[in-house]
């Protein structure tokens, strides 16, 4: 017990105090965060989650100065996050390539469903649904169906720009004329918080699917086709925006 006293004091003496200034508007709407200058009837404000206004002075009503503890801060140190509900819409491009074969285009889109906040981490987990289409000689088309991560280093909510790594594994199903299989990806980049609910992700990425291709082999003046199985690789850049 004297340990768990002492843990606990130790825990509240680590949380950040912080100073705000909560402004009431006309509207009725309340706003939270620092007034960085006042000058010619403006007011320069800047929200907790570092948006800026411009805002008449003739449209506040009322100005407090409280001690508040930073929301994301103490989600992060309890580590009681709820999670919630998030989307994702993902869209890559670049270079595809298989084996013995000419390079040629690619083009993925995703939409994605799954959680965030898991564990008082940003970190999203779920599941995507999506095409890829790789413009090879011949072209091939899937449509893969995947368990996809999201993971921001550091994981903490507080943090507006970070790295992130995301990742997916599942199975691509192929149209006419292909065979579908294994497919993942891995997306290197970095990750901006846009508002308290968005998130946007840029970055590189490299995919693979497997699938089977017809290959021609040449005896003597004759052309035997035959399918192979084979991995096509994709390389190109990728974009997601987390709602």
Not at 11 to 24: F, G, M, Q
Request: glycine content about 12%; overall charge neutral.
């Amino acid at each position: 017990m004297h340990r768990l006293l002492v843990y606990v004091f130790f825990v509240l003496l680590t949380i950040p105090v912080l100073y705000a200034e909560r402004v009431t508007l006309r509207s009725g709407k309340r706003l939270t965060g620092t007034v960085l200058a006042q000058k010619d009837g403006i007011m320069l404000f800047e929200t907790q989650q570092g948006q800026k206004f411009q805002i008449p002075m003739d449209e506040v009503v009322n100005i407090e100065t409280d001690e508040v503890e930073e929301e994301a801060e103490m989600e992060v140190r309890q580590g009681n996050t709820v999670p919630r509900i998030a989307f994702r819409i993902a869209l890559s491009g670049g270079l595809s390539a298989v084996r013995d074969e000419k390079c040629g285009g690619m083009t993925t889109a995703e939409i994605q469903m799954g959680t965030r906040q898991i564990g008082g981490k940003n970190i999203f987990l779920g599941g995507s649904i999506g095409y890829a289409g790789a413009f090879l000689s011949p072209s091939a088309h899937f449509f893969p169906i995947q368990a996809v991560a999201a993971v921001p280093i550091p994981m903490e909510t507080a943090k507006r720009y970070c790295a992130e790594i995301d990742s997916s594994l599942g199975y691509a199903i192929a149209t006419k004329g292909n065979k579908g299989g294994i497919t993942g990806s891995l997306a290197v980049g970095g990750r901006i918080r846009m508002t308290q609910q968005s998130d946007f992700f840029a970055g590189i990425t490299a995919q693979f699917v497997q699938t089977e291709r017809t290959r021609i082999e040449m005896i003597g003046n004759d052309g035997y086709a035959h399918k192979v199985g084979t991995t096509m690789w994709l390389v190109g850049a990728k974009i997601a925006l987390q709602f």
